[in-house]
């Protein structure tokens, strides 16, 4: 099949009539960037001009939801943009999006309610108000292997093993914690911040968290130090 044929047959597949596939057409083919290659077979496409052709064609239907996995493991920064940019109109519109991906960045930019699961199960669950810092907003993946999180003062988050009862889970309103995906750990490193933002590392190599009180002029940002518990609003 060519470029062209495919995106009828993936417009089908996807439950698009071909009048609207028509309609569409053109955009989908210029949202893709592979109007040179629209005609030819899509066996002779790299994996990343496929899964743009693919992710066009599905960025343009008008579905109740919408689930995408991974597709922004392709494609120049450009164009991850675009995908970005064009997920979040299509949450604007009422539309629910399922971002499945391992990056942290783009799920903190594009979602407002996370899940972090391990083995198919729930570990992690956060949700939050639509401002960014009352979600659960940052992930950060460290050195030594774990994976860390941030969550927001107005939010609750059970934390505990995989299939754990309620009970036995603890509660984070807010503070950071961490994951390690080949122990299949889960623990708190530490509690607070006031109204944490995000979480990055210095020169030399010590976490820091920001918040609103950096940003409110009292104070720059806050050294994160195992088992710290910091001024918070909880």
Known sequence: LTGRENIYLNGAILGMARTEIGRKFDEIVAFSEVEKFIDTPVKHYSSGMYVRLG???????????????????????????????????????????????HDMSAISRLCKRAILLDDGK???????????????????????????????????AQIGRPGSAKEDRLELRAG???????????????????????????????????HCRSYWGRGGTTHVIQNGHFWNQA
């Not at 996995?69 to 675009?82: P, Y």
């Not at 292997?145 to 107005?154: A, D, E």
């Not at 006031?194 to 820091?208: A, E, H, I, T, V």
């Open 55 to 101: 992710f066009s064609v599905a960025a343009h239907m008008e579905p109740e939801i919408l689930i995408v996995v991974e597709v922004l493991a392709v494609g120049d920064g450009s164009f991850q943009k675009k995908c970005m940019n064009k997920m979040g109109d299509v949450g604007q519109h009422g539309q629910t999006i399922i971002f499945v991906s």
């Open 176 to 210: 950071v914690w961490r994951y390690h995906p080949a122990k299949h750990k889960f623990e708190i490193f530490a509690h607070g911040g006031s109204n944490p933002w995000g979480l990055d590392y210095d020169k030399r190599g010590q976490m820091f968290m920001t």
């Open 122 to 156: 729930v570990l992690l669950e956060g949700f939050g108000y639509q401002d960014t810092h009352e979600c659960l907003n940052s992930f950060l993946w460290g050195p030594d292997g774990w994976l860390y999180g941030i969550q927001g003062v107005f939010n609750y």
